[in-house]
């Protein structure tokens, strides 16, 4: 007789499923206790430890000593190699028979040679799958190794997971045996947690919610976890609630499987190429069981990672990448910081990427650029995901704003030029999702475009260290396909979801500007040697390719150094990855980072002096120095000269005075001369350019003057007045005795912030950091005079911060220069302590602008709405400028990115000093300049964009190792102060055909035609886009060594110049 019906209570009907399936309680008698069989142990174990990550061929030769299970090994970062000889039962005839190992660290299983898959027990991977059903001729002994890396996925840190590494930690290895595995039970206990999942999210207000309860409270009553009889009824009636349908309106999930992988992050970046290899081997295992699953896999740099130390991985990547199933997303080379790079190193990021994916996997991500977790997103990288051939951005970041959330998930982005891309964020706001209901009816409750959008990305997988998807999670989505009460669930590639998003996109919003996340923006300054190398190896690849461009076009013997610079450019975009150049990193990564950034600076110069004389070879004159300009416009300045014996001396080197010829505007770069290396006075070229040493001339200004402790700077453009500690109390332009210096403040004054976050340390300065303003106070009688007069004036002061720290810093005003520099000395010993230095500006605006990648843009210098003061602490590049109608001051910088102007004073962001994941980030010494230019009018049309570049970019003076040219040489000019030359470099697809490749922006934010002039042997131009791919309808007509291009405001164009044949 059946039984009554009886009433439930919502709890203890709850609890009754939860412990029916709890891996915890009751597990002699439930569901969970039941999901292993048969067990025995392995019939030998043994491991040896190394410091080294060793190929698989080296490991299993070496020697390995009996092990056990509860043996201890490490510490962190050594690997441990277990040799596991099995024995399978022959009473296991028939059954699935899995390998159960739980250790400490992540491990990654080999079988034949070959890596077959990872295990980790955060990665809720701790089976491998023997076999399927043990056949009766199968073997039933075989010999596996286990590779465990001494390391979790989330690195070793030291009680928390972002402390800096426990060197010392030991892991342990708990379990090793062989199991019989009950797939009949894994699915009704999915199905059970299913169940509950939509009782519990559904809640009590909702019908579907009670089916769910009562259904699996009925699965419990007729499944007897003793009696796998009674398994088919209860699975029966999980099949008849999954199978009632939900209607045509429902919201659908496209579910893609997923597993970010930090390129570097808790751990050095050789422990990636193992995570790679662990997460990778075990996603493609699940393709073959589920051929339905697709899996997203970004970043170039880590599959080549893959295709150098496990080739045979790679391969069966290739396979099912033509099957559909491994899909490369992104394009770029790594996920790099979406702030910091300049623009050049974005475009290389996908350069680099996109030819790498079309030469392993056939064919570019056109599809959508990939980059859920960096810091924020630049307003020109619509631009140039536009150049690059993709219309799809997906990332997630901004979820993760303190302050306001942001209005969209599905939208349309406007960048700066005005560029439009279709944007998505998955709603569940995360890209390592599990499959629960919670997490799909989050994406479907959180999604902020209702109305406008029914269709949502649901990323699944384990990610940040890797581990990615399991089967379980396979399994939760694919019973959640079509449900009633919850959203259609499929899984589906990015493809496929930005083509649904697309075909029904007329309701959706545009979001105009940059993508700020209101958090992380410790970022822009913390590990600032890491933020001095990067700048500093833009710049010098920037040369080289310049040199190396002009030396093709120039000498037919000369051989452009392609792979050398692929290599350095490469190492550079490495360095770029959002939790490096950022400094969000623990200590050996910033190692390796430095490592790069000298690899890049010693490769770098050897290639300029190679190019350089290549430049020189075949001329007449005395062997000396080749004095190069490698910006695109003309400039006079003083530089120092080596001379005999290792000294140097001042020279100015005046731009050609003839640079107006043909109608164009007075540039004069790229620009060689000579210069010989006995001192003389002047030596003359064609051009008419001038180098001499710095006696007191008529074009000299008068030396400092020092009156009551305080020393003033004129060089008759603008006049400095520092006080007796080194503080800026009067800045004037000359010519119009404008005072740049707020009245009754003064500028150049260091203040001291206390820095505690509220977690994340290396990546967090909060709001309140500015309550705790500290001035900095010098000692009267420190300043003194440095350079007397001549080409150059300066001053020098000393400044104790802290009873730790100091600091000197010689302020620099050069003959011709608009502009004042500060040459700073920081030896910086602090904890959380925030270093700014400060400039109160006699200018009133509220809007102050910053240098982006290829342009600037505005924002507020007052906090009226949470949007504006939640950008307390922003990110400029080389300069940041504050005017007023026909006045203004900037500031500019060679190494720092983080800034901010409140009211009218100017800060830029010095040193941090985090404690995590880094103890010993910033610690040491600094160097670094920043200047201040007061200027007429607007900052475009006083040139601060271009004293910015003039900044970061110092003339080169290069010994010339033969004959350097007798005569100077202008290679390109344009006719308009608008627009610059970025990049000159040989195009990458055509190294036999001499092709160039000019990269050219809009600066001012204006319509602009503009002539282009080549001195160069050009035999044919042609519009490309940033992949250097020609514009079919892209030919310009060459005209009197001349080509007109027409900007609109920031626009990017690219030019691919053929050189004519050299001569035989």
């Known amino acids: 007789m059946a039984a009554a019906p009886a009433l439930k209570h919502w709890r203890t009907t709850v609890e009754r499923v939860e412990k029916f399936v709890s891996p915890l309680y009751f597990t002699d008698c439930n569901l969970r206790g039941r999901l292993f069989g048969a067990s025995c142990p392995v019939a030998a174990l043994s491991s040896f430890l190394t410091p080294d990550r060793l190929p698989y061929q080296e490991a299993v030769q070496r020697d390995f000593r009996p092990a056990q299970v509860g043996c201890s090994f490490g510490p962190t970062w050594w690997t441990c190699w277990f040799r596991v000889e099995l024995t399978i039962p022959e009473a296991w005839v028939g059954q699935e028979v899995h390998l159960c190992w739980e250790s400490d660290g992540e491990g990654l299983v080999w079988r034949d040679g070959e890596p077959v898959q990872g295990l980790t027990k955060e990665g809720k991977k701790t089976s491998y799958v023997l076999t399927d059903r043990l056949g009766e001729r199968d073997p039933r002994s075989l010999t596996l190794y286990v590779e465990v890396a001494c390391n979790g996925l989330l690195g070793a840190g030291k009680g928390s997971i972002i402390a800096a590494p426990d060197p010392e930690k030991m892991f342990q290895l708990s379990r090793a045996e062989l199991a019989v595995f009950h797939r009949d039970v894994h699915m009704l206990l999915v199905d059970l947690e299913l169940l509950l999942g939509i009782a519990k999210g559904l809640g009590k207000d909702n019908q579907r919610s009670f089916q769910a309860l009562y259904t699996a409270n009925q699965m419990v009553n007729v499944c007897d976890p003793a009696q796998p009889e009674t398994f088919p009824v209860a699975q029966a009636l999980a099949s008849r609630f999954f199978g009632q349908r939900g209607g045509e309106s429902q919201h659908t999930i496209h579910a893609t499987g997923h597993c970010h992988i930090d390129t570097a992050w808790l751990w050095p970046f050789k422990e990636t190429m193992r995570k790679c290899a662990r997460s990778w081997v075990t996603a493609l295992q699940l393709m073959e069981r589920n051929p339905e699953f697709i899996f997203a896999c970004s970043q170039a740099q880590q599959l080549e990672w893959v295709k150098n130390r496990y080739p045979g991985l790679h391969s069966r990547l290739q396979e099912f990448a033509r099957r559909g199933q491994f899909v490369p997303v992104g394009g770029t080379w790594v996920e790099m910081d979406g702030n910091l790079p300049s623009g050049e190193a974005m475009v290389r990021q996908f350069l680099q990427g996109q030819n790498f994916f079309l030469q392993e996997f056939g064919k570019m991500c056109s599809e959508q650029f990939w980059l859920p977790d960096t810091f924020g997103y630049s307003a020109q990288l619509p631009q140039i995901m536009h150049g690059c051939g993709i219309r799809r951005f997906l990332t997630q970041k901004l979820s993760w704003n303190l302050v306001n959330s942001f209005p969209h998930h599905t939208f349309f982005w406007e960048g700066l030029d005005g560029s439009r891309v279709l944007v998505h964020f998955p709603p569940g706001d995360s890209y390592g999702m599990q499959g629960s209901v919670e997490e799909v009816l989050k994406t479907v409750a959180n999604n902020r475009d209702k109305g406008r959008a029914n269709h949502s990305a649901f990323l699944f997988g384990f990610g940040d260290g890797g ?598």
């Open 467 to 1064: 581990g990615g998807p399991t089967q379980t999670m396979l399994d939760r989505l694919k019973r959640l396909s079509n449900t009633d009460g919850l959203p259609r669930v499929q899984l589906s590639s990015p493809r496929q979801l930005f083509s649904a998003l697309e075909s029904d996109s007329g309701q959706l919003c545009t979001w105009v500007g940059e993508l700020f996340l209101e958090l992380h923006n410790g970022t822009y300054t913390t590990h600032a040697q890491i933020k001095k190398g990067n700048r500093e190896c833009e710049r010098i690849l920037h040369d080289v390719e310049l040199l190396s461009s002009l030396a093709l076009a120039r000498s037919a013997q000369f051989l452009y150094p392609a792979a050398q610079l692929q290599h350095l450019w490469r190492l550079l975009l490495l360095n770029q990855f959002h939790d490096v150049v950022t400094g969000s990193c623990i200590q050996i990564v910033a190692e390796e980072a430095m490592c790069h950034y000298e690899d890049i600076r010693s490769h770098g110069n050897t290639l300029l002096s190679t190019a350089a004389a290549a430049l020189c070879a075949g001329e007449p004159g005395p062997e000396g120095l080749l004095i190069v300009n490698t910006l695109p416009w003309k400039r006079t300045e003083v530089m120092a000269l080596p001379k005999p014996g290792g000294a140097h001396s001042l020279g100015l080197t005046p731009s050609p005075g003839d640079g107006a010829q043909h109608g164009l505007c007075s540039c004069s770069s790229p620009h060689l001369t000579a210069a010989p290396a006995a001192p003389a006075a002047c030596v003359r070229t064609a051009r008419g350019l001038l180098v001499w040493e710095a006696p007191t001339d008529s074009a000299s200004r008068p030396p400092p003057t020092k009156t009551d402790g305080s020393v003033t700077l004129d060089n008759g453009i603008i006049r400095v007045k520092l006080d007796p500690t080194g503080r800026l109390t009067s800045l004037v332009l000359v010519a119009s005795g404008r005072e740049a210096i707020a009245e009754g403040a003064v500028g150049n004054q260091f203040v001291l912030f206390d820095d505690v976050p509220l977690y994340w340390d290396a990546w967090d300065v909060m709001d309140y950091h500015l309550e705790t303003r500290k001035p900095v106070l010098g000692q009267a009688g420190t300043l003194a005079v440095g350079t007397e007069g001549g080409l150059r004036g300066s001053a020098w002061f000393l400044l104790q911060i802290s009873p730790n720290s100091r600091l000197s810093q010689e302020v620099v005003l050069d003959v011709g220069c608009p502009y004042v520099r500060f040459h700073t000395e920081v030896h910086w010993h602090e904890a959380h302590k925030f270093l700014k230095v400060e400039f109160p500006a006699r200018v009133r605006s509220s809007q102050a602008t910053y240098e982006i990648q290829f342009g600037h843009l505005q924002r507020p210098t007052h906090y009226n709405t949470s949007w504006d003061w939640a950008r307390f602490e922003v990110w400029a590049h080389r300069w940041m400028d504050l005017s007023e109608h026909g006045f203004g001051l900037a500031l500019l910088n060679d190494c720092k990115y983080g800034a901010s102007v409140q009211g009218s004073v100017l800060s830029l962001s010095l040193l941090r000093a985090p404690k995590a994941p880094d103890a010993t980030a910033d610690m040491g010494r600094h160097e670094f300049t920043y200047a201040l230019m007061p200027h007429k009018g607007s900052f475009q049309d006083a040139g601060v964009i271009q004293a910015a570049y003039s900044l970061n970019f110092p003339l080169l003076a290069l010994p010339a190792p033969s004959p350097a040219p007798a005569t100077s040489w202008s290679a390109f000019s344009l006719s308009s102060p608008a627009v610059v030359l970025e990049t000159v470099k040989q195009a990458e697809s055509s190294p036999q055909r001499r092709s160039l490749v000019l990269r050219l922006y809009e600066a001012h934010g204006s319509h602009v035609d503009c002539w282009l002039h080549l001195s160069l042997p050009v035999q044919e131009a042609i519009l490309c886009d940033l992949l250097e791919r020609p514009d079919p309808a892209g030919h310009l007509p060459l005209r009197d060594s001349r080509l007109k291009l027409t900007f609109s405001p920031f626009q990017v164009l690219s030019l691919l110049l053929v050189l004519q044949p050299p001569p035989h």
